[in-house]
């Protein structure tokens, strides 16, 4: 509570800890909204090099070569340490949505997409760190997959991993086409049709993105392959070798660009 508000308070009248909770939620949610930003940047980063990719330029396209490139410029290592920072407070939002539409029943969709983008901020703050440490090592995706195929039942957990990222990808894509994240955003009206056509095409084209990893995941499980390649990059290498697959990743690089626009609308008119 500001001392303006303090003043503003009528004599008498005791503080309430929903109003103490709102206060201190303040600073996350702004972070937040900077992580939004830098999210919006990483796949900016990530849509120039699969851009690169079906240009015959450069070999690995995913969100840790993104993050990587980030690294590489001159004050690249202090932002990514920014990027985690508000990365970490993306995470913290989603989870408490996810817990507030768990207490309003307001449905498993809405409740496993914050948590889905809670893992997603989380994967990526770890990225993102690690890289700013200056640590290399294989992508996480690979890693993880790695580790569960040690386990008792690996080979079913990596499948069940890679229908739930399968599904995740498809719940993005109809997110978008259904235009369900506006429910999420409170644009002036002049720019409306602005933020509806930018995030229906960047929502379905990062659906599009997810199920593909989700697709090379269940492969992997199918063929019980420990050293099959797997996550987004190895999706857009396999594609960039069919007869079509340059067209085809440069329009994913251009829907991932407007999802990296649309990101800027929703970190500025995102509804509390």
């Not at 009528?10 to 109003?19: C, I, K, L």
């Not at 201190?24 to 699969?50: D, F, M």
């Not at 399968?166 to 409170?186: D, K, P």
Request: proline share 3%; with cysteine.
């Amino acid at each position: 509570m500001t001392q303006s508000g303090a003043r503003d308070r009528p004599v008498g009248e005791q503080v309430r800890p929903g109003d103490v909770a709102e206060q201190a939620a303040k600073p996350v949610r702004v972070a937040a909204r900077v992580g939004l930003v830098a999210y919006g940047l990483v796949n900016l980063v990530l849509a120039s090099l699969i851009a690169q990719v079906a240009l015959g330029q450069r070999e690995r396209a995913d969100k840790k070569g993104a993050l990587q490139e980030i690294a590489e410029t001159g004050v690249g290592r202090m932002l990514l340490w920014v990027v985690v920072a508000t990365l970490v407070a993306l995470v913290v939002v989603r989870l408490v949505d996810a817990v507030s539409a768990l207490r309003e029943r307001s449905g498993a969709g809405r409740i496993a997409l914050a948590v889905g983008e809670a893992v997603v901020f989380a994967v990526l703050a770890r990225s993102a760190a690690a890289i700013a440490q200056a640590e290399g090592g294989d992508s996480f995706s690979k890693s993880v997959v790695a580790v569960l195929f040690g386990l008792p039942g690996g080979r079913f957990l990596v499948g069940l991993v890679g229908v739930a990222v399968l599904a995740a990808g498809g719940y993005a894509v109809v997110h978008g086409v259904r235009r369900a994240f506006m429910r999420e955003l409170a644009p002036p009206a002049r720019l409306r049709r602005l933020v509806v056509v930018l995030g229906t095409v960047g929502w379905t084209v990062l659906g599009v993105a997810g199920a593909t990893a989700g697709v090379l995941l269940v492969g992997a499980a199918i063929r019980f392959d420990r050293a099959a390649p797997v996550g987004l990059d190895a999706g857009i290498r396999a594609l960039a070798q069919q007869p079509f697959g340059p067209v085809l990743l440069l329009l994913l690089a251009a829907g991932l660009a407007v999802f990296a626009v649309y990101c800027l609308f929703d970190a500025r008119y995102r509804a509390e």
